[in-house]
């Protein structure tokens, strides 16, 4: 092909559009319900984004002081707007506008986390951006760049926010641990224990089923006979990693269950079934 060609070519289009495919009207010749999965897929980030960014603001009902009980929408807590007790790490920061969440400091990187995910940036190509919407599907874009360009480039950084998620499940850890609080002091076990805890054990799950995880325990060894430590850990995370996907929806799952849990006990809609004082 020649480079006047090779232009013209690149100018009608690329994938389905380039010019030396087959010329189909239809969108595709599938018979079976193929755009199940991407509503389906639509429908549950949807209702996640938009629980999580009412809870994220509302500034009510986070905190139980009886038996410390913080949700993780809010943790860390580390402004004066914080109510009283839920702040583990202390109160860095004054008093927050309520236009900025109390958790400020960790919530875009976890956001940064998700989004860049390997499994969620499939997710939300096929479902929301129709890149392709499912297979044999033609997806409605003229061209395609990749992750080459803005705002896609920022899929590379996925690694560096891999980090910051592993500091947060152990502040979400540090969170479960201090949540073991009878109402009179000391220990106490309640429902509110097994639904944090819970929740701390599905993030750990997912955060280390993380591509970057698997990648970074033994990715770049070139000998697995050689370095035997690493070689076993980069088998146990490519277990997790066979389980991403449902490991990634679970934890959506969690979240919200475990914030719903905290605000009703917090708010006295509901009592927390206790086991031990």
């Known amino acids: 092909m020649s480079a ?5 070519a690149s100018r009608a289009g690329t994938g389905v559009f380039a010019p030396m495919r087959a010329k189909i009207s239809e969108r595709t010749l599938r018979t079976d319900r193929w755009w199940l999965g991407p509503l389906l897929t639509t429908l ?3 209702t996640f984004v938009v629980y999580a960014t009412i809870r994220s603001f509302v500034r009510t009902a ?9 949700t993780p929408f809010y943790s860390p807590c580390l402004s004066d707007s914080c109510v009283p007790g839920s702040s583990h790490f202390g109160t860095p920061f004054g008093e927050l506008p309520g236009f900025i969440p109390l958790g400020f400091l960790v919530l875009p990187f976890l956001l940064g986390f998700r989004l860049t995910c390997y499994y969620y940036r499939k997710a939300y190509y096929r479902s929301v ?8 599907v033609a997806e409605p874009h003229a061209k395609y760049t990749g992750e080459t360009r803005l705002p896609l480039i920022i899929q590379n950084a996925h690694r560096y926010f891999f980090y910051v998620a592993v500091v947060v499940a152990l502040i979400n850890t540090w969170d479960a641990i201090t949540a073991f609080h009878g109402s009179g002091g000391g220990f106490g076990f309640g429902l509110g224990n097994i639904v944090l805890l819970g ?3 599905m993030l750990w799950a997912y955060t280390l089923s993380c591509h970057s995880c698997r990648h970074i325990t033994g990715g770049r060894l070139k000998h697995f006979s050689r370095h035997p430590v690493r070689y076993w850990m980069w088998t146990q995370v ?3 990693n066979n389980r991403h996907m449902t490991l990634a929806w679970i934890t959506l799952g969690t979240l919200v269950l475990t914030d719903l849990y905290v605000m009703l006990v917090a708010s006295g809609t509901i009592t927390d079934l206790r086991f031990v004082n």
């Open 44 to 46: 549950g980030l949807a």
């Open 4 to 8: 006047p060609a090779r232009n013209e």
């Open 238 to 240: 490519t277990k997790l």
């Open 199 to 201: 929740n701390v054990i």
């Open 62 to 70: 986070y905190w139980v002081e009886e038996y410390h009980y913080l």
């Open 129 to 136: 951006w129709f890149s392709p919407p499912a297979c044999a």
